[in-house]
């Protein structure tokens, strides 16, 4: 086998879901694909996130191994609803132009922080822009943009800047209104999932997949 591709296989395997022994979720940061009698299935781990999701709907023929069911769990604690606020005041602010910002989380020392995002240029429909420098232990969790005076949702060029990426994503539009719009979602490597507020208890806030995303993923999306 050409080394490249033992290398490969090694980091991102596609394991075998067991019919009869227990499965045994990815213990380590990476991702990989499960084979399964319910479909093909992506399982991702991050410091601050364990999900699976399906890729593929089972195909005509049978597979002889176990199933496994689509998860989120958090593994950071709920994200300071101050740091939102901090972004729809910055999205305010720059309407009409687009702005943008992340949230991170630093695993070593537990805290989140909110990070303008350095704008090269902004326009009302597309937005260039370096990436914050991130601290040891520190991860990107939400990636914020706004669309200025136009409404939220994912463009395909949202699509195709979140392709890669492992992360929530929000979008908020009408920003010069008193209520402004907001879509948001996880990003799983182009796997979209759409994401709703599950809680803002005690000044902060936790996501979970919105019912409308659950429904279409349990028919097979
Ligand atoms: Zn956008």
Redesign the pocket.
């Known amino acids: 086998m050409d080394p490249r591709d033992a290398i490969l296989q090694q980091v991102t395997p596609t394991v075998m879901v067991p019919l009869y022994g227990a499965f045994e979720p990815l213990g380590k940061l990476g991702h990989r694909f499960l084979s399964a009698g319910n479909g093909e299935w992506l399982e991702v781990r991050r410091s601050w996130l364990y999900a699976r999701t399906r890729n593929l709907s089972p195909g005509a023929v049978a597979k002889p191994y176990g199933q496994v069911t689509g998860t989120i769990e958090w593994l950071m604690p709920a994200v300071p609803v101050e740091l939102f606020k901090a972004f729809a005041q910055m999205a305010r602010a720059s309407a009409p132009k687009e702005a943008a910002a992340w949230i991170t989380w630093n695993e070593l020392t537990g805290e989140f922080s909110f990070k303008p995002v350095g704008v090269r240029s902004a326009s009302e429909a597309a937005i260039h822009f370096d990436r914050p420098r991130l601290d040891e232990g520190e991860h990107l969790v939400v990636d914020l ?1 706004s ?1 200025g005076t136009g409404k939220a949702f ?2 395909s ?2 699509d195709a800047d979140d392709r890669g990426e492992v992360k929530v994503s929000v ?1 908020l539009g009408h920003c010069h209104q008193e209520r402004m719009s907001t879509v948001m979602r996880l990003c799983l490597l182009g796997k979209y999932i759409a994401l709703e507020v599950e809680s803002s208890a005690d000044g902060a806030i936790t996501f979970k997949e919105s019912n409308m995303s659950k429904q279409s993923s349990d028919t097979g999306r």
Do not use: A, I, L
């Open positions: 943009h669309h994912f463009s060029t949202d979008v």
